[in-house]
């Protein structure tokens, strides 16, 4: 169980890592669209040549390391966590992770869905008339993600707290 609560300690200050990434990544969107809007630099958004972009391309490789980052941290927490909440005979606490583990499929699938828009930006094949209204949608879905995340990692800290404790408990 000591394994256990390394693992929560951990994963808590993981929690920290992600929330500074998605702020990232939240800027780099907002702050190209805000220079594209305004046309202000060369490097900035043009709509119907996103493929010139360099702010976008560096927002699909945030994407990409935060992706990476995520799946890291899920593989890391979803095969021990478990295991070791069964142990400890409690329902309800076997239920709550199961909750904030069943969230981890659906932030990979936002995620995935965010590199997929991002794809499409940047191949240089959406028609320019859409290529506008498909960023617009990114933002939001990047907002919201981040928002989800936030809310994620709080509800598993409160978890892992609580986890912390029964965990201590059973030890003595």
């Known amino acids: 169980m000591n394994e256990t609560l ?10 920290k890592v992600i929330k500074e990434k998605t702020r990232s990544v939240e800027k780099a969107a907002n702050d190209a669209s805000l220079l594209s809007d305004l046309k202000k630099a060369r490097d900035t958004f043009v ?11 560096k927002l699909d490789e945030m994407l990409k390391a935060i992706d990476t980052w995520l799946e890291n941290h899920f593989t890391r927490e979803e095969p021990i966590l478990l295991p070791a909440v ?12 199961e909750s904030r583990l069943f969230e981890h499929t659906d932030l990979r699938d936002r995620m995935l869905h965010s590199r997929k828009r991002v794809s499409e930006l940047l191949n240089g094949k959406l028609a320019a008339n859409l290529w506008e209204t498909t960023y617009k949608d990114i933002q939001a879905h990047l907002t919201h993600t981040g928002k989800l995340l936030a809310t994620h990692a709080a509800n598993e800290n409160h978890f892992f707290s609580k986890l912390r404790g029964h965990i201590k408990k059973a030890g003595k």
Do not use: E, M, R
């Open 86 to 97: 069964k142990k400890l005979n409690d329902q309800k606490l076997v239920d709550a992770l």
């Open 47 to 57: 709509p119907g040549q996103p493929n010139q972009s360099q702010s976008l391309q």
């Open 6 to 15: 390394q693992l929560i300690d951990q994963l808590i200050a993981d929690h």
